[in-house]
């Protein structure tokens, strides 16, 4: 799988950095690029309630400008739902197999989705 291991490379790039002390869960943030691609974010939460998507809100890091860009014009009925799907399998496989996997497993929690919308567990502790 070609994009998952230039998902991983992104990933091992960015948790090879400080994260803050004060991360108690994880959250890939997918945004809707208008050139039919979706851009994953990655960020560090200091809260996590799991009934209130809002913990992804309390940033105390962010991989920023660092965007991983996922093409999906080739899709013909590209969807949040898909698209989440999609990005939730890289995650999983970073978390089974990824290098560097046991930085986002030592919070509470680790989530994926879209901005403005519900919150897909990857893991929890």
Do not use: P
């Not at 950095?17 to 851009?39: L, Q, R, T, W």
């Not at 974010?41 to 809002?54: G, H, P, R, V």
């Amino acid at each position: 799988m070609e994009i998952y291991s230039e998902f991983e490379k992104w990933l091992n790039n960015i948790l090879a950095n400080d994260i803050s002390e004060k991360a108690v869960a994880f959250n890939f943030n997918i945004y809707d690029e208008e050139d039919e691609s979706y851009g994953v974010q990655l960020i560090a939460s200091d809260t996590f309630t799991e009934d209130d998507d809002d913990w992804a809100c309390s940033e105390v890091f962010s991989s920023e400008e660092d965007i991983f860009y996922i093409d999906h014009s080739d899709e013909k009925n590209a969807d949040h739902k898909r698209g989440l799907e999609f990005v939730c399998g890289l995650v999983e496989q970073y978390l089974k197999d990824g290098q560097l996997s046991d930085k986002l497993k030592s919070v509470s929690a680790v989530g994926v989705g879209f901005i403005d919308g519900d919150i897909t567990i990857a893991f929890r502790k």
